[in-house]
Nanobody, 123 residues
Framework: QVRLVESGGDLVQAGGSLRLSCADA????????IGWFRQAPGKEREGISC???????YYVDSAKGRFTISRDKAKNTVYLQMNSLKPEDTAVYYC?????????????????WGQGTQVTVSS
């Protein structure tokens, strides 16, 4: 069974960087697309980026140029490198599996979810 675990969230100042990790200790993620989402207090969960099993990557406009998604198959881990962080990036960040990256980030397209990791960006 897929059990995703996110890590890397922290408190960081505006302009800083963080690298989030999404891993599964017992199930290979090679054949899944992995999406990154975030949810700020009082707001809906929103998609940020997705990486297909073939390594193709996709970003929403707010993430382009600042965030980079990548995967290390040897470590069975997907990363989200976040640079130039802003206070509005403050949220709980989640990773999730899907059969492919559709570009729509509908929650129902994603099957397994992690528990989330908190990112707080101070001004």
């Amino acid at each position: 069974q897929v059990r995703l675990v996110e890590s890397g969230g922290d408190l960081v100042q505006a302009g800083g960087s963080l690298r989030l990790s999404c891993a599964d200790a017992g199930f290979t993620l090679d054949y899944y697309a992995i999406g990154w989402f975030r949810q700020a207090p009082g707001k809906e969960r929103e998609g940020i980026s997705c990486i297909d099993s073939d390594g193709s990557t996709y970003y929403v406009d707010s993430a382009k140029g600042r965030f980079t998604i990548s995967r290390d198959k040897a470590k069975n881990t997907v990363y989200l490198q976040m640079n130039s962080l802003k206070p509005e990036d403050t949220a709980v960040y989640y990773c999730a599996t899907a059969s492919h990256c559709s570009g729509s980030y509908y929650l129902w397209e994603y099957d397994y979810w992690g528990q989330g990791t908190q990112v707080t960006v101070s001004s």
